[in-house]
């Protein structure tokens, strides 16, 4: 199969315009293409980089056929876009990724239903879609499981732990309240060692590119850290990798995803999420690797031969969550992370902090891995937030 290739010069659309937005169009601005932002908001970052910004709202019809007549290829940088215009987009121009990979990733149980059918392990899990199914699910179960909204979730939002049957009988009544139709995703709740995650890049050819295994610590369900390469034996690294490759290959996902993995005690690998675009966990890739996942979504999404995924270092990626940001902002705070060799600051442009706002990130780098953890470590303490 040959896949038209698009020359710098290009414009290249993306919908979404946040952090991973603004890094994919400045990839793409680098390598000469020129970029279109559909973000509802116009605060979001990725206007700033943009040939062309829409700020209407998705379901605009007008705003569809200017869009789609400007751009040349589309993508998307948040799997929450309306999946029906992605379909629209994709008959008009090359969208990756496709309109039917996005609705069985956007929805969560759809997403490990179809992953259990092709017999990729998930924790257990229960659809639900009132109080009383949510104790029928329990009782199956049993406690401790996670109950998340089947859409929309993000960042640990939408999601409760259920530790005892008073937990249960709260978001019984919460999800009695809330709108006729919403459905919600009982798992398990896994009693991981570690939590990993893959990014796998795979093209129109069915070629794919698979990045080394890093492991992430959350806090509040938020992503805290990621360290590359994760500290795990290389047997368990490589089942990480060929089970989020098998995973893309059966979606058949073309574009950049990300796998998120439970690692337990007992040595299994659960594929807790996908997402069908650049993450956070993947950051790193811009300061450590020969090509980044921005780079890579540009070249999948431009039909460019993909890029080599080769690790030039470990690596300690840092959120700056927040009020974080504030420990950044003063002279004597980022003199002082300038003054760590090695460290590299990315700051998103978002003019609001609110909590829980993901507002920068530092890559700590170093040619040992304990060296990028003590790093890390000392720059956590300095934060308005450290844990
Ligand atoms: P998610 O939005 O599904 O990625 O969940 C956010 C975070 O919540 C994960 O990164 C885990 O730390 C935690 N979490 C989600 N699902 C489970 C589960 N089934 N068992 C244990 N922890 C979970």
């Known amino acids: 199969m040959t896949t038209r290739i698009l020359e710098p010069g290009s414009i290249l659309g993306v919908l979404g315009g946040g952090q991973l937005g603004a890094m994919f169009a400045a990839a793409a601005r680098r390598m000469g293409y020129r970029v279109a932002v559909w973000d509802p908001d116009p605060h979001a970052p990725a206007h700033q980089l943009a040939v062309h910004s829409c700020t209407t709202p998705f379901s605009d019809p ?11 290829a589309m993508t998307l940088e948040w799997e929450n876009v309306p999946a029906e215009l992605c379909g629209w987009l994709e008959e008009r121009c090359r969208m990756t990724p496709s309109s039917a990979v996005l609705r069985t990733l956007q929805d969560r149980i759809e997403q490990k239903q179809f992953l259990s059918s092709r017999l990729l392990s998930v924790p257990s899990f229960a659809a639900v879609e009132s109080g009383s199914q949510l104790v029928t699910a329990v009782n199956r179960l049993e406690l401790p499981v996670v109950c998340k909204t089947a859409k929309s979730g993000y960042d640990g939002k939408g999601q409760w732990i259920l530790r005892t049957p008073s937990d249960v009988n709260q978001v019984q009544t919460i999800l009695g309240q809330a709108e006729a139709g919403h459905r919600w995703i009982v798992e398990q709740f896994v009693p991981f060692l570690r939590e990993l995650s893959v990014l796998v890049v795979r093209n129109e050819r069915g070629e794919s590119r698979v990045y080394p295994v890093v492991e992430n610590r959350h806090d509040q369900g938020i992503l ?19 089970l989020a490759l ?17 690692h337990t005690e007992h040595g299994a690998l659960l594929i807790n999420e996908i997402a069908p675009r650049p993450h956070n966990s993947g950051h790193y890739t811009l300061d450590v690797c020969t090509v980044s996942q921005f780079e890579q979504q540009v070249r999948v999404t431009c039909g460019l031969p993909l890029g080599e995924v080769r690790l030039l270092s470990p690596a300690v990626m840092v959120n700056l969550i927040g009020e974080d940001v504030g420990s950044v902002m003063s002279a004597e705070g980022c003199s002082a992370l300038y003054s760590t060799s090695g460290a590299v600051l990315h700051l998103y442009g978002k003019q609001i902090i609110r909590p829980g706002r993901k507002m920068g990130h530092v890559t700590f780098t170093a040619p040992q891995t304990e060296t990028v953890i003590a790093e890390a470590q000392k720059f956590r303490t300095s934060l308005k937030s450290p844990v």
Do not use: D, K
Request: aromatic content about 6%.
């Open 62 to 72: 007008a705003s569809r056929e200017q869009f789609s007549s400007i751009v040349h």
């Open 224 to 242: 805290r850290e990621t360290l590359v390469p994760a500290s795990i034996a290389a047997g368990v690294a490589e089942q990480a990798q060929e």
């Open 246 to 262: 098998q995973a893309v290959e059966a979606l058949p996902g073309v574009g950049v995803f990300c796998v998120e993995l439970f």
